[in-house]
């Protein structure tokens, strides 16, 4: 038996927050060994308990947590992943990694990762087709990240356009068709 792909389930502050944890249990259900890094913006909309208790293992939060033995842990996680998920990924955390931008813990994981990397947006559709969040999807794509775009649907605000995170089934299959 081959040993299972790790994935680090990058979860940002978007609406779309609660379909994370179905991606985590279907990855999980199909033998991924998930870890689930949050940005400090995301804990403002979900409890790093939900997802804990989901994947039985540690979330990782922030990079001045205290760690429970010695380790550069932004590099350690880096280096464990066979994939970065980003899901939901917002428009921040594009435009922060398209410019190397590395505030945060996820941002520094994605910088220092040499494993693929796979986006997939939620957000307004106004922030979607904004010129400068689409130039760094572009910078994105062609730097080699993948994308599951999104689609069109009800959004937080109330109106229908495109902006909704893909459908978990479209994201898992992605993810397994990648590893």
């Known amino acids: 038996m081959s040993k299972p792909k790790n994935i ?20 999980k259900k199909e033998g991924f060994c998930v870890t ?13 308990i939900v997802f804990q208790s989901l994947s039985g293992s540690k979330v990782y939060c922030g990079m001045f947590e205290t760690a ?3 380790n550069i842990e932004h590099i350690a996680l880096a280096k464990k992943a066979d ?29 220092a990762t040499k494993a693929r990397v796979l986006v997939c947006p939620a ?23 993948r994308f ?6 009800e959004l937080a605000c109330g109106e229908v356009g495109i902006g909704c995170l893909a459908e978990v089934e479209t994201i898992v299959k992605e993810v397994k068709k990648l590893l």
Request: positive net charge; charged residues 20%; proline residues 3%.
């Open 8 to 27: 680090i389930l990058g979860v940002t502050a978007s609406i779309a927050i609660y379909k994370a944890c179905d991606i985590l249990r279907r990855l």
């Open 36 to 48: 689930v890094v949050m940005t400090p913006e995301a804990q403002n909309l979900m409890s790093s």
């Open 123 to 145: 957000m307004n559709e106004g922030m979607f087709q904004n010129k400068f969040v689409q130039e760094n999807i572009k910078k994105l794509k062609s730097a080699g990240y």
């Open 68 to 70: 429970d033995n010695w």
């Open 83 to 111: 994939l970065v998920l980003l899901a939901p990924a917002t428009a921040n955390i594009i435009g922060k990694i398209s410019n190397g931008i590395c505030d945060d813990l996820l941002s520094c994981i994605i910088c």
């Open 148 to 153: 599951v775009e999104p689609r069109k649907g």
